[in-house]
């Protein structure tokens, strides 16, 4: 099982940037996606928050655990955890997918869905955002990769207009 609980921030592969001392990893309009938690008490843990396409709030991985709300409950909502990798599915299609390359090292894989239903798919190195109507933003012009950023807030901050920030804050 895999534990992702650390006492210094791990270094966090997104795409193909890789971010350090970075509390948000990746933030869609005001609403952190993927964070790194408790770093006042040293034991940093990666919280990643899971919606549904309509947007609802089905709950969180918190380290190696996931904590389900009423609604997650009620949802295909699965977590599979082994040495060296997490992943969290919702009606089959798998949402996150965290591995543990070397320590502290995590490699991230995102299809996530957003408070207000749109899709944030980051399998590789640019995200692609689709909103609830099937309009799709592909960020390849905007994104530079291959690049290590330290000491920033956000990471990616991706907007439903479809701006994109790296290393932001």
């Known amino acids: ?32 996606l993927i964070e790194l938690s408790g ?12 919606y549904d396409q309509r947007g609802n709030y089905l709950g969180h991985l918190l380290g190696g655990d996931l904590v389900k709300t009423k609604q997650g409950e009620q949802r295909d909502l699965e977590l599979k955890n ?30 996530l869905y957003t408070p207000c239903g749109h899709y944030l798919q980051y399998l590789d190195s640019t995200p692609t955002l689709r909103s609830p109507e099937g309009k799709t933003f592909v960020f390849n012009d905007q994104f530079m990769n291959g690049n290590m950023f330290g000491s920033c807030g956000i990471g990616v901050w991706v907007q439903s207009d479809g701006s994109l920030g790296i290393a932001c804050g």
């Not at 609980?5 to 005001?30: A, E, H, M, W």
């Not at 089959?92 to 997918?97: A, F, T």
């Open 39 to 50: 770093y006042k008490t040293q034991q940093i843990r990666l919280k990643t928050h899971l």
């Open 82 to 111: 082994t040495e060296d990798k997490i992943s969290c599915s919702l009606d089959g299609q798998v949402l996150v997918e965290i591995i543990q390359d070397k320590k502290p090292w995590l490699r991230i894989t995102a299809e």
């Open 1 to 32: 099982m895999l534990p992702l609980t650390f006492k210094k921030p791990p270094q966090v592969q997104l795409g193909s940037n890789i971010y350090v001392k970075c509390p948000v990893v990746l933030q869609f309009n005001d609403t952190p």
